[in-house]
């Protein structure tokens, strides 16, 4: 399994990376659609992140190590940490909380953010290369406490899409939200157990191709749970 994995990664990276771009355009012209409704805005916000990190990823097929391409993967850890926390939001806004509660949970988004950018530049690098793809991954060097904001985003916010998506499934009959955040932990827990190392080696660990599955289908179902809201929105404002 492992050497299959390792001989597609190469143009799969690539394909990963083409559909992050197509599902960030489509959701970008769902909020030209109606630029009062911010939740679209929102998630294309965080879907250009996801882009950015894949692209950067597929890029690690054709760039040489160091310089230039050590400075834009460095990006990717300041855009996770900066960006991730705009989940909290957008889940607020799935579950149609009221205004008064939607100033509270910016309030708090705003501090992981800021938190998040921080931690994001902290992150010390290293270069890795597994199955002909060099990336800069975090090293040994990176502050303990940078290292667990960084994780501790990821895992908060993907429980809190599945929390707020059995929520909406309930009242809406709607499973494109839980969806999300199902797919996303199904593809993190996939990569820990398949994308182990024979030799036990950390530092060759597929988990961050794995995962990158996940990463798409979050947002491929963020767009169809917002195409199927507005849908029944317009429903109703046309009663």
Same mark, same amino acid.
């Given at each position: 399994?492992?050497?299959?994995? /390792?001989?597609?990664?190469? &143009?799969?990276? %690539?394909?990963?990376?083409?559909?992050?771009?197509?599902?960030?355009?489509?959701?970008?012209?769902?909020?030209?659609?109606? =630029?009062?409704? =911010?939740?679209?805005?929102?998630?294309?916000? /965080?879907?250009?992140?996801?882009?950015?990190?894949?692209?950067?990823?597929?890029?690690?097929?054709?760039?040489?190590? !160091?310089?230039?391409?050590? *400075?834009?993967?460095?990006?990717?850890?300041?855009? #996770?940490?900066?960006? +991730?926390?705009?989940? &909290?939001?957008?889940? *607020?806004?799935?579950?149609?909380?009221?205004? =008064?509660?939607?100033?509270?949970? %910016?309030?708090?988004?705003?501090?992981?953010?800021?938190?998040?950018? &921080?931690? !994001?530049?902290?992150?010390?690098? $290293?270069?890795?290369?597994?199955?002909?793809?060099?990336?800069?991954?975090?090293?040994?060097?990176?502050?303990? %406490? *940078? $290292?667990?904001?960084?994780?501790?985003?990821?895992?908060?916010?993907?429980?809190?899409? +599945?929390?707020?998506?059995?929520?909406?499934?309930?009242?809406?009959?709607?499973? #494109?939200?839980? /969806?999300?955040?199902?797919?996303?932990?199904?593809?993190? +827990?996939?990569? +820990?157990?398949?994308?182990?190392?024979?030799?036990?080696?950390?530092?060759?660990?597929?988990?961050?191709?794995?995962?990158?599955?996940? $990463?798409?289908?979050?947002?491929?179902?963020? /767009?169809?749970? #917002?195409?199927?809201?507005?849908?029944?929105?317009?429903?109703?404002?046309?009663?």
């Amino acid at each position: 399994m492992r050497e299959a994995i /390792l001989a597609a990664m190469p &143009i799969l990276v %690539w394909v990963l990376a083409a559909l992050n771009l197509f599902l960030l355009i489509l959701i970008f012209k769902e909020y030209g659609k109606n =630029k009062y409704n =911010k939740l679209p805005f929102l998630m294309g916000v /965080l879907a250009f992140g996801l882009f950015y990190d894949s692209l950067i990823i597929a890029l690690g097929t054709v760039m040489p190590e !160091g310089g230039f391409f050590k *400075a834009i993967s460095q990006i990717r850890f300041v855009l #996770h940490g900066f960006l +991730i926390p705009l989940i &909290i939001p957008i889940s *607020a806004m799935a579950l149609r909380l009221k205004p =008064k509660a939607l100033k509270t949970v %910016w309030l708090a988004t705003l501090v992981l953010m800021l938190v998040g950018l &921080i931690s !994001g530049i902290c992150v010390n690098t $290293e270069a890795r290369t597994v199955g002909g793809i060099i990336r800069y991954a975090s090293s040994a060097q990176t502050p303990g %406490w *940078a $290292e667990a904001v960084q994780n501790g985003l990821s895992y908060v916010t993907v429980f809190l899409i +599945i929390i707020a998506g059995a929520v909406v499934l309930i009242k809406e009959k709607t499973p #494109h939200f839980l /969806l999300a955040g199902f797919f996303m932990l199904a593809f993190t +827990i996939l990569g +820990i157990f398949l994308g182990k190392s024979p030799d036990g080696d950390r530092t060759k660990s597929l988990m961050f191709f794995i995962s990158m599955f996940g $990463e798409t289908l979050m947002t491929l179902f963020f /767009l169809l749970f #917002h195409k199927k809201r507005a849908k029944a929105d317009r429903r109703i404002n046309e009663r």
